[in-house]
């Protein structure tokens, strides 16, 4: 059975930092291109940043420097360091797993995250 379990959200104020967890169950995770999504509400649900099998990463334009992801494939798990929160990074971050060939994709259940003061 496939799973992808997101966690480490929560609330935290603006200028704070939180890391999220998504740990992989169920498939080969080494063999996954692994992303970080979010939505906010009433907005579509956007790319926050991936990483390769290689170790590439790539980041959305608004969360470059401030977030960091990484994946560590002995424990079938990807990381999102967020510092430096701002109220617009409030949404539910989902995980995801996609394989390019042949193709296929798994969505995580989302963990919400809310920078308030």
């Known amino acids: 059975q496939v799973q992808l379990v997101e966690s480490g959200g929560g609330l935290v104020q603006p200028g704070g930092s939180l890391r999220l967890s998504c740990a992989a169950s169920g498939f080969t995770f080494s063999f996954y291109v692994m992303s970080w999504y979010r939505q906010a509400p009433g907005k579509e649900r956007e790319l926050v940043a991936g990483i390769t099998t290689g170790d590439s990463t790539n980041y959305a334009d608004s969360m470059k420097g401030r977030f960091t992801i990484s994946r560590d494939n002995a424990k079938n798990t990807v990381y999102l360091q967020m510092n430096s929160l701002k109220p617009g990074d409030t949404a539910v971050y989902y995980c995801?797993?996609?394989?390019?060939?042949?193709?296929?994709?798994?969505w995580g259940q989302g963990t919400q995250v809310t920078v308030s003061s």
């Open positions: 995801h797993a996609k394989r390019v060939l042949p193709p296929n994709a798994y």
